[in-house]
């Protein structure tokens, strides 16, 4: 059966090669973000040689679509900038450090780990930097992501409220797959990554917020209480923190002073009103309807455990680490240290809770650096987006959305291991693609004058970052 659906699918493809011309690059990649999420590999895969699914399908399309634009002339291939040579950097020396070892003997295919979670998301990196970007792309994209986030939204109360007849995909529900169930964790079955991709719809919301008139300002706020409803049905709390980091970031750029005084004096009000009691209960409240209240709070205690653990097998790695997708062999006898007065043995059936420790230990700081200049960078050209005047609206807005989305990021990855959740870094980077490609070529479409006056106030910015 399996042999019969992967022959239907590359007959399928053969015959979308003729529609190919009327097809734009930014429909392929918006549907490569509702497809992963929703249709993945919870929802139908079956096994070959490596796992198919749905969305590895329509990637193969992707890059057929894209291959048959640039043969035809309709897109180019832009020059290369320091972000593409940092993510092919990290995608050659990942693979390097996931083969330091024997194979077989790991516990988790580092391979797999690799193609899945670095190499395809660098894929759609690359697609994006050669999609040409117009105005009405930005457009369809925010809005394509927003409604991606609505229904996510959605879900995730019918989850958490026992509405199931609402809930779609099925698998969504499925008892075999026990962890956090009863959270909001949508179609990828993690809260945490179902949280993020909401919290970048509401970057979306929050990016179009600006500049809108009234009417608009009141759908996109009604828009929002969804999205903050359905972020608060994952009961995670860095996605909490993630949501109202999407907006605070857009408003610390364009809000008044006042305004950013008072958002400062709410965040420092809401930290006494922890420290003053509100912290054990927001720490400790029951989550998992496998998982009891006692529980949730020894999930808190155990990542400063992790945090020690990671630090003493950095100290003796501290360059290329310990290989990429090798924590689970290679960490047994960090648990046994006992100079540190820690119990570290709780933490010994239990992995890296935080993104950029992992990248550290498994990867050292070669890894963690290169990973950390593709966001960094992404940050820069983001914010030169957002404050330089002369471009067009959408572009500035483009250059918030990206804002908006690391600040929705960087809580998550400081307790989750984000880079092994599905669909998180092809958002990600993603964002980051558009975001140069916009930045070094402008928006498609735009005026030659307008181009070169935009080039001209980019030589003279404050933040020197040249393409």
């Known amino acids: 059966m399996s042999f019969l659906a992967l022959l239907f699918a590359f007959a399928f493809a053969v015959w979308c090669i003729p529609l190919a011309r009327y097809v734009q690059m930014v429909h392929m990649l918006l ?38 634009h ?4 309709a897109i180019t291939l832009p020059s290369l900038n320091r972000v593409d040579v940092c ?16 194979i077989a003997e790991t516990i988790v295919d580092p391979t797999a780990r690799w193609l899945f979670y670095i190499l395809v998301p660098a894929i759609v990196y690359g697609l994006a930097r050669i999609t040409p970007f117009s105005s009405a792309d930005f457009k369809l994209l925010m809005r394509g992501i927003i409604v991606l986030g609505l229904y996510l939204s959605v879900t995730a109360v019918c989850e958490v409220k026992g509405f199931h007849s609402l809930v779609y995909p099925k698998h969504t529900l499925d008892p075999k797959v026990w962890m956090f169930l009863g959270r909001g964790r949508g179609p990828l079955l993690n809260p945490a990554g ?16 600006v500049k809108a008139d009234r009417q608009a300002r009141a759908v996109y706020a009604a828009l929002g209480v969804i999205l903050f409803l359905g972020c608060y049905a994952t009961l995670t709390r860095s996605c909490w923190l993630g949501i109202v980091g999407a907006v605070v970031a857009v408003g610390f750029v364009f809000s008044p002073r006042w305004m950013r005084v008072m958002g400062i004096a709410s965040v420092a009000l809401l930290a006494v009103a922890m420290s003053m009691g509100l912290k054990e209960q927001i720490m400790s409240f029951k989550r998992d309807k496998a998982l009891s209240a006692e529980d949730a709070a020894k999930s808190v205690e155990l990542r400063p455990l992790l945090a020690a653990v990671a630090w003493e097998m950095f100290k003796d790695k501290p360059l290329t680490g310990h290989g990429y997708g090798q924590y689970l062999q290679r960490h047994t006898s960090y648990h046994s240290i006992r100079e540190l007065g820690l119990p570290l043995e709780m933490a010994r059936p239990y992995s890296h809770h935080n993104a950029f420790l992992a990248f550290l230990v498994d990867s050292g700081l070669i890894g963690l650096g290169l990973y950390l200049a593709i966001l960094g960078m992404t940050a820069v050209y983001g914010w030169q987006l957002a404050h330089n005047g002369g471009l067009p609206l959408e572009a500035r807005q483009l250059g918030l959305f990206s804002l908006a989305t690391l600040a929705a990021y960087l809580p998550n990855a400081m307790f989750h291991n984000m ?21 070094q070529r402008g928006l498609s479409g735009a005026k030659q004058g307008e181009r070169r006056r935009v080039e001209h106030q980019q030589t003279r910015s404050s933040f020197p970052v040249t393409g």
């Open 31 to 68: 549907g490569l973000l509702w497809v992963g999420t929703i249709f993945g590999p919870p929802f139908f895969a079956f096994d070959g040689p490596i796992q198919i699914s749905l969305d590895r399908l329509l990637l193969a399309i992707t890059i057929g679509v894209a291959a048959f």
């Open 70 to 73: 640039w043969w035809t002339g």
């Open 87 to 102: 993510v092919a950097a990290l995608v050659v020396y990942i693979y390097w450090s996931s083969r330091g070892y024997n």
């Open 194 to 209: 179902n949280g993020l991709i909401i919290a970048i719809a509401m970057a979306s919301v929050s990016a179009l917020f």
């Open 419 to 439: 880079t092994i959740i599905p669909m998180v870094q092809i958002f990600l980077l993603t964002t980051s693609g558009l975001v140069i490609t916009v930045y």
